[in-house]
Every structure is written in structure tokens, then in C-alpha cells.
């Protein structure tokens, strides 16, 4: 996709990423990977035909959202998750990553991930779970060389964790709110 498509895309999706994001993550999925999306929402069918030769899993804590995305996109697959933490847990949680795990199926666990993308679930009311599992996840789902992008890394426990569990040192880009790693 070249940019004017993705433009085109985004609008009519009403997808939230810039295009200038979703075009730094169409480059490192290339013609084809393996897709780990945390969060099913109006980007899901973009991502699917973004990675039409590859592999795309999203992974959702939402059975109400997941619900309304598969009536517009029912090829989706996904996993609904549990993260049981909130938002306000995540200084007490950062260096205990026994507690970050979360229950996924042995696909999701068994396949080498090429490029994670991470925005999901919510995390930008106290109440909610944040960020922490997803990113502590994706640095655990990740091949070597594999491209993670997270999205809102304005906000405090995005970049707290992205700095802890991806690492300053494998962040290659900054694109507004959105950082890319290539994890060696």
C-alpha cells in the first residue's frame, strides 16, 4: 500500500494511527509475516488485508468489541484474553513480570511473531488494565530481529514499560505517539 491508499484507508476505517504509523508498520510487515495485533478494533480488516499473505492474530479482553468486529470482519481471528490488573498497578507490578503473563493458547505461544503491534487494551482511565501484560507479552513473543510498535507512547505506563521490558536501545523510530523497536 503506498501512502495515498493508506490515507484513503484510514479515513474511511476511521482508524486513529497517522498514516505515516501505519505506513512505518506496512513496511516491516513487508509482502507477508506473522501479525500479532493486541486489540481488535476499526483497524482490524486494514491489518488483515495489510498482511494478506501472512499469518494475523489479534488478541482482545473485550468479548462485547470483539463481538461488533466480527459482524464487519468475521475472518478475524482472536483470542479473548483476561489482564486482571489496573491501570494504577503498574509501578507495583514493573519489576514482577511473573504477575505479567497472560493466558494464551499454544499458537499464540508457538509461533515466531515477526512484528507485534501493541494498542491494547485501554489505558488511559484508572480502572482499566493498561498496557503492561501486552508489552511485557510482545518482548516475550517477539523472533529475534522482530519489529514491536506501541502505540500511545505518550502516555506514562507505555513508555515506563516499553523502556523496561523493549529497551532504549532497540528503539529505532519515533513516529508522535507510536515507538518502534527491532528487538536483537
Known amino acids: 500500500m503506498d501512502l495515498k491508499e493508506i490515507k484513503s484507508e484510514r479515513e474511511k476505517l476511521q482508524i486513529q494511527l497517522e498514516p505515516e504509523q501505519l505506513d512505518s508498520i506496512i513496511k516491516a510487515i513487508g509482502g ?7 486489540g481488535l478494533g476499526n483497524d482490524t480488516p486494514f491489518w488483515l488485508k495489510a498482511n494478506e499473505k501472512g499469518k494475523t492474530i489479534f488478541i482482545e479482553d473485550s468479548k462485547w468489541w470483539a463481538g461488533k ?11 479473548l484474553v483476561k489482564y486482571g490488573t489496573k491501570l494504577t498497578e503498574y509501578k507495583d507490578l514493573l519489576d514482577k513480570p511473573e504477575k505479567l503473563d ?36 510482545a518482548s516475550i513473543l517477539i523472533k529475534k530481529g522482530g519489529h514491536i510498535f506501541v502505540h500511545d507512547c505518550n502516555r506514562t505506563v507505555e513508555k515506563v514499560y516499553t523502556d523496561k521490558y523493549l529497551r532504549p536501545e532497540n528503539l529505532v523510530e519515533e513516529i508522535a505517539t507510536l515507538r518502534h523497536y527491532i528487538i536483537k
Request: glycine share 6%; charged share 30%; net charge negative.
Open 102 to 137: 497472560l493466558e494464551l493458547n499454544d499458537e499464540i505461544r508457538n509461533t515466531k511473531w515477526d512484528v507485534i503491534l501493541v494498542d491494547a487494551p485501554r489505558g488511559y482511565e484508572d480502572e482499566h488494565p493498561g498496557r503492561m501484560k501486552s508489552i511485557y507479552e
Open 32 to 38: 507477508g509475516c506473522n501479525l500479532l495485533v493486541f
Open 69 to 79: 468486529v466480527k459482524q464487519v470482519c468475521p475472518e478475524a481471528k482472536y483470542i
